[in-house]
């Protein structure tokens, strides 16, 4: 079965940092796309960050340059690095993963696999 568990959300300031991760289970990331979604209040969840199974990256524009996807394989761990972080920022934010062996995937409906969130709070 696999699994997803996403830990590491809090209330943080403007300007602060986290790191968000995600335990997974049941499955390798070879031939997996693994993606870092959120949902604010009222919106739609939107992909923010993928990362393909040959390694490519995918960040939304408004993320570049402040968050970073990894990987820690021995873990079997989704890392999701948040710097300069935004009060629009604030949302729940979910790990996805499914089988792709093609690349990038950023819409919802690509991912079958998916953890339960982690709310991130940035107070101004």
């Known amino acids: 079965e696999i699994q997803l568990v996403e830990s590491g959300g809090g209330l943080v300031q403007t300007g602060g940092s986290l790191r968000l991760s995600c335990a997974a289970s049941?499955?390798?990331?070879?031939?997996?796309?693994i993606a870092w979604f959120r949902q604010a209040p009222g919106q739609k969840r939107e992909g923010i960050l993928c990362?393909?199974?040959?390694?490519?990256?995918y960040y939304t524009d408004s993320v570049k340059g402040r968050f970073t996807i990894f990987t820690d394989n021995t873990k079997s761990t989704v890392y999701l690095q948040m710097n300069s972080l935004k009060p629009e920022d604030t949302a729940v934010y979910y790990c996805?993963?499914?089988?792709?062996?093609?690349?990038?995937?950023?819409?919802?409906?690509?991912?079958?696999?998916w953890g339960r969130g982690t709310q991130v709070t940035v107070s101004s």
């Open positions: 990362l393909s199974s040959n390694g490519e990256t």
């Open positions: 049941g499955f390798t990331f070879e031939d997996y796309a």
């Open positions: 996805a993963a499914d089988h792709n062996p093609f690349g990038i995937a950023t819409l919802y409906a690509q991912y079958n696999y």
